[in-house]
């Protein structure tokens, strides 16, 4: 307020000082208007400019021009006088307002990724061994039934020879479905074998979250120190892949999708009493028009090293042993089931 009473207090001296016949000596000084009356080489004259105007017109100045160019700049010099007195700068009573009120700011968001030991949906496998794109998912069938269709015609040299039986089947299928399939990789794998589709992007097998651990062994759900407690291993039986690695989706193969499993109970076979089999879908070689399709080994035992087998449903509905039929009246056929990553 003070501030303000100041500037109104120059700008009187100002007009004061044209009224009286000094506005010849205003002057610009330091960003303001300021009076001078010693100071009168700086600026032109109002009657020099008077003199001017006329030599350059060539007309004569009359007073009341020159009273009415007085009275205008009066009036400009006092409005301006007060905006610089009301303006002119910012107090101290300013200030909180500026800093109550701050400009508004904006943050680009950020993609977060589910953290390492993240398990949204408590199914005991990390959020990020989960494939969540489409095309992943897609892909990753692709390849894991490739791989495994592929057993069928020749094994392949990088499969274990000790883990020749129907979870090792699922296992070898599923962690060379994770892989960089490189030429490096062609050449491991064996004759035949071809870029079936593009790889998974959201984690190769040499970067995933768990490691060459993808098989969950126990229940519950995930958490940061089930590596440290081998609460995973890169081995599970047939029980173990459909306990903890799958989810059921129903006994009926209309609802089975590519690189599903097929579970059957089978009491009898007291060690071993779980078989898997996969699903194709339709076949990638010799398919005959049907879509149908499965793949599975039939085990190893003491005296017999077990072959893999493609066949369609049609045809094992129709097996001479009415436990290995896979239909929902078979209270040995367990149905068919999805991999937890794709679920």
């Known amino acids: 307020m003070f501030r303000c009473a100041a500037q109104l207090g120059r700008c009187g001296l100002i007009i004061c000082g044209v009224i009286g016949g000094g506005a010849e000596n205003l002057v610009t000084k330091r960003g303001g208007l300021d009076y001078d009356a010693r100071d009168t080489s700086s600026v032109q004259t109002f009657s020099e ?5 006329a030599s350059t017109n060539s007309k004569p100045v009359r007073s009341s021009g020159s009273l009415r160019s007085s009275t205008l700049l009066i009036i400009v010099l006092l409005g301006c006088c007060l905006l610089h007195a009301a303006c002119g700068g910012t107090t101290q009573a300013h200030a909180p307002t500026v800093a109550a009120n701050p400009a508004p700011t904006f943050e680009r968001a950020e993609t977060v990724l589910p953290a390492l030991d993240a398990d949204t ?4 496998i990390p959020d990020r061994s989960e494939l969540r794109s489409y095309n992943d998912r897609e892909n990753f069938r692709r390849w894991f039934t490739g791989i495994a269709e592929m057993q069928f015609y ?13 979870a090792g089947l699922v296992r070898f299928a599923w962690r060379e479905a994770l892989r960089t399939h490189d030429r490096v990789w062609l050449r491991r794998m064996g004759a035949g074998y071809e870029a079936l589709a593009p790889d998974v992007r959201a984690y190769t097998l040499q970067e995933s979250p768990l490691g060459e651990k993808l098989f969950r062994i126990v229940p519950g759900a995930y958490r940061a120190d089930d590596l440290d407690k081998d609460r995973f291993s890169e081995f599970a039986d047939a029980h173990a892949l459909k306990e903890f690695n799958c989810t059921f989706v129903s006994r009926d193969r209309a609802q089975a999708q590519p690189g599903d499993l097929l579970f059957f109970f089978q009491p009898f076979a007291q060690r071993y009493p779980y078989h898997v089999m996969i699903f194709l879908g339709a076949a990638r070689e010799q398919d005959e028009g049907a879509s149908d399709w499965v793949v599975y080994h039939t085990g190893a035992s003491p005296t017999d090293k077990g072959v893999v087998k493609k066949v369609r449903l049609a045809v094992l509905d129709e097996h001479p042993d009415r436990r290995w039929r896979p239909l929902p009246t078979n209270p040995n056929f367990l149905g068919f089931y999805r991999l937890k990553i794709l679920n």
Not at 49 to 53: A, E, I, L, Q, Y
Request: glycine share 4%; with cysteine; net charge negative.
């Open 154 to 166: 020749k094994l392949s040299d990088a499969w274990n020879e000790e883990q020749h039986d129907c």
């Open 49 to 53: 400019h008077s003199r001017d105007v």
């Open 121 to 124: 949906d408590n199914d005991g």
